[in-house]
């Protein structure tokens, strides 16, 4: 039966894509370039005092500079890099969590770098990063 008054279901229908439409459009039409950032409800006490200082800026001296010369002769210049980056040269790889660990010896190598300046060290994180990036696909996939 054909009625000149809509039913329930053209109702909700018809009302619900005018609410997808006015959703859709409302933040084009407030200010398509421009994200404006809301005030704190609480100001601060005291500015941030914080200073970013660059790792090579940093000595480690002592104890603790002992064992960060310790571990980037001893262990992150002996580590096989290989395994690290084998699931990002043959995807998969042989385990799912496989690949977060070439990042993490990057991180690491590269500070240890930062600190002692280590030339085969630095050698050895050129390689891993140009095997790296030698792995992306031309999509930009890595993993």
Known sequence: ????HPDR?????G?????LGASFAAPT???PNKIEALPYLVSARLNNAAEMVKASDVALGGWLGNRVTANAKNRLLNIDTAPLLAGFIQKPGSHPWIGEHIGKWLHAATLAWANNG???LRTKI???ASQLIAA???DG???
């Not at 039966?1 to 000149?4: A, D, K, L, V």
């Not at 279901?9 to 229908?13: A, E, I, Y």
């Not at 009302?15 to 609410?19: D, M, N, P």
């Open 9 to 13: 279901r053209q109702t909700l229908f």
């Open 126 to 128: 050129d390689a891993a």
């Open 118 to 120: 280590d030339a085969a």
């Open 1 to 4: 039966m054909n009625s000149p």
């Open 136 to 138: 992306q696909e031309n």
């Open 15 to 19: 009302l619900t894509i005018a609410g």
């Open 29 to 31: 039409m407030a200010s």
């Open 141 to 143: 996939y890595l993993g």
